[in-house]
């Protein structure tokens, strides 16, 4: 659906709520798609509104077409191969992709400014160094992040998400996920690895193959 | 690069990651509430749409199995194969021979595989009991099957215990010398004896499921078989045939005789709370070149233009369930899905009865010969298969666009290597997650 990559599903159902969502969705019933949308329709504007930015009416234009997407292809959802959010996320994954890939002047200003910094940069990365001054702050940043958040899994993103935006504890990904807090902690270590690794090789990468995400 | 403790790294990461929280806008509350309102009437307008997609997918579904009861074919190919077995030779298997003699029934475990061009596998229980009476319990891509065979009647049942469906088909024209095999000496093992009596080459000793076992091979232009005997007590411990035509292998082991059969096991009366469809009739008859044409223009409109690699049912079962599963995967229009299913429907009746016509002419006729793998429906400079039919004194040759010529046999075209093809169906499908 929607041409995402499904994360493997490791673990039980998060809830029966979400699994009587599931089912009803299947059957095409309307308060199904209603109990959908009253639990994730906020969530899913946090999650596009993240990763495009502060432009308030792009993100009403995404949040719209993922919906429309999603309602298209709710009957079809597949409880085998994810929780709805994540199917829903991949959905806002999507959309927002497709956006930033209209926006290839940005993610470029983004890449020069971290190349402008030097081994500033590579340094506090490393943990050599504080952040340089303003890094934290500056737009570009942000971008760079986005990028990043775009490229990894759906499953490190809405780990990565829920734990460092959301504050959300182990505990608490665990039941969001279906999974227990020992490996919510483990798939944690490895979606920092992952981003990190992204991160550098987004930053660093070379002007012309730039074309991602 | 991690010169630093994991918690100051994940320290820094948190900094960076939640820059991109920075300035993220707050839910719209108004607008999302005008957006549940168009996105249900959406969702229910595609409910609608989905639930007649759901019917015509069921239906497809149901095709399917029914292609895979073509794989039914393979043990009545077996058995044919076993019927053409030539050669006399002393006899080598008394001991063997008196046991089957004896008994009333047998039971075994069977694997089929054909390797070529997807290696794809068939497995189950079989139990044979004497008056042409036989049940398999098989699994071909993990959907269970079950047929029952009556051949001394003539008729055959296939059941899917998923679906609740039965298949109920008559099977005419069978060949005199398989029903008198079956009926007439009410002797459903009539052929093993025949191929234990020939005795053939001996293969030496070795164990097999922990029994020493002495070999025998007899074999003819299309297959061979092997049966592997307990070197004590004559019984067989395993029995294998090969089609190397077909790359075909079946395997039966695990090989019991048994003194008493539950009669029950090849009732044909339908099971309650199953839905019946009838099949038209399956010919035993060799066929024909109008059965042929009809056979090849039928799978070739299924897998959209190639014609068959072998004309073989358990690669018709798959290329069917894999058309039926890439139809269920797509995006097509209701209407085309509908076309394209009334598509699936017809090749596979046609297919699945014309087929045991073709395998009928191909164990019999040993001037058989089939080379339309790669070659497209409608390419009529291609021979892609000829036989002699008997009595006649030219042979008949088949082109790729279906027409026959007669020739001699010093004009027979040259037999060909295959050119390779794809055996899943080749009709460009677009997929949901294009």
Same mark, same amino acid.
């Given at each position: ?213 | ?11 820094? $990461? ?38 007649? &997609? ?5 239906? $497809? ?97 296939? $059941? ?33 004896? &025949? ?99 009809? $056979? ?130 080749? &009709? ?7």
């Amino acid at each position: 659906m929607e041409g995402h990559r499904w994360p493997s599903r490791k673990g039980p159902v998060v809830d029966e709520a979400t699994d009587k969502i599931a089912e009803g969705l299947r059957q095409g019933r309307r308060d199904a798609w209603s109990s959908l949308y009253d639990l994730y329709a906020e969530r899913a504007w946090r999650e596009a509104a993240r990763l495009l930015g502060g432009d308030r009416q792009e993100t009403a234009d995404v949040v719209q077409e993922v919906f429309m997407a999603a309602a298209e292809s709710a009957g079809r959802f597949d409880a085998t191969r994810g929780t709805l959010w994540n199917w829903l996320a991949g959905i806002v994954r999507n959309k927002v992709a497709v956006r930033f890939r209209r926006n290839a002047t940005r993610i470029s200003a983004a890449r020069r400014w971290w190349d402008r910094m030097n081994d500033m940069s590579g340094q506090w990365l490393a943990g050599r160094r504080d952040a340089p001054d303003g890094a934290l702050e500056a737009e570009e940043m942000a971008t760079l992040v986005r990028c990043t958040l775009l490229e990894i899994s759906d499953e490190h993103r809405i780990l990565l998400v829920g734990k460092y935006i959301e504050d959300l504890s182990a505990a608490e990904l665990a039941s969001r996920c279906g999974s227990t807090a020992g490996a919510i902690r483990a798939r944690l270590l490895r979606a920092r690895q992952a981003f990190r690794k992204a991160f550098e090789a987004r930053a660093d990468e070379p002007e012309p193959a730039r074309s991602k995400p | 690069m991690n010169h630093d403790s994991p918690d100051n790294e994940e320290k820094r $990461l948190r900094e960076i990651i939640i820059t991109a929280d920075r300035n993220a806008s707050q839910p719209d509350r108004p607008f999302l509430a005008g957006l549940k309102t168009r996105s249900t009437r959406r969702f229910v307008e595609a409910a609608a749409s989905n639930s007649k &997609r759901s019917r015509i997918m069921a239906k $497809l579904k149901r095709i399917a199995p029914r292609a895979a009861a073509a794989s039914v074919l393979l043990a009545i190919g077996v058995a044919v194969v076993l019927l053409t077995t030539g050669g006399e030779n002393g006899g080598l298997l008394g001991k063997t021979r008196d046991l089957i003699e004896n008994a009333k029934a047998m039971k075994m475990k069977i694997n089929g595989t054909v390797e070529k061009p997807v290696k794809t596998t068939v497995h189950g229980h079989m139990v044979m009991a004497t008056g042409g009476r036989m049940r398999q319990e098989m699994s071909l891509h993990g959907q269970k099957m079950v047929m029952i065979f009556d051949l001394g009647k003539g008729e055959m049942m296939s $059941l899917v215990p998923d679906q609740k469906i039965a298949f109920a088909v008559q099977l005419k024209h069978m060949p005199k010398a398989l029903r008198d095999s079956m009926t007439l000496r009410g002797d459903q093992f009539a052929e093993i004896k &025949r191929v234990l009596r020939k005795g053939g080459k001996e293969l030496g000793t070795k164990t097999i499921d922990g029994v020493k076992a002495k070999g025998y091979r007899t074999a003819n232009d299309s297959m061979t078989m092997e049966i592997w005997v307990d070197a004590e007590t004559g019984m067989p411990v395993r029995m294998q045939t090969e089609m190397p035509q077909m790359g075909m292998k079946v395997m039966m082991s695990d090989i019991e005789i048994v003194e008493k059969v539950d009669p029950a096991l090849f009732s044909l009366k339908v099971p309650k709370g199953y839905t019946v469809q009838k099949q038209p009739a399956i010919s035993m008859k060799p066929a024909g070149v109008k059965e042929l044409a009809e $056979l090849l223009a039928a799978w070739a409109e299924l897998t959209g233009g190639p014609l068959p690699d072998a004309l073989d049912p358990v690669l018709f079962a798959t290329a069917a369930q894999e058309y039926a599963k890439k139809l269920g995967d797509s995006d097509l229009p209701l209407e085309e899905l509908k076309k394209r299913g009334a598509v699936l429907q017809r090749a596979s009746q046609t297919v699945s009865a014309r087929l045991v016509g073709a395998i009928m002419l191909r164990q019999t006729n040993q001037t058989f010969h089939y080379q339309g793998k790669g070659v497209k429906l409608g390419d009529k400079a291609t021979p892609v298969l000829w036989y002699k039919p008997k009595g006649k004194k030219k042979y008949l040759v088949m082109y790729g666009d279906l027409h026959v010529e007669r020739v001699a046999k010093k004009d027979l075209p040259p037999k060909r290597k295959s050119a390779p093809t794809k055996s899943a169906p080749e &009709r460009a499908i677009r997929t949901r997650d294009a």
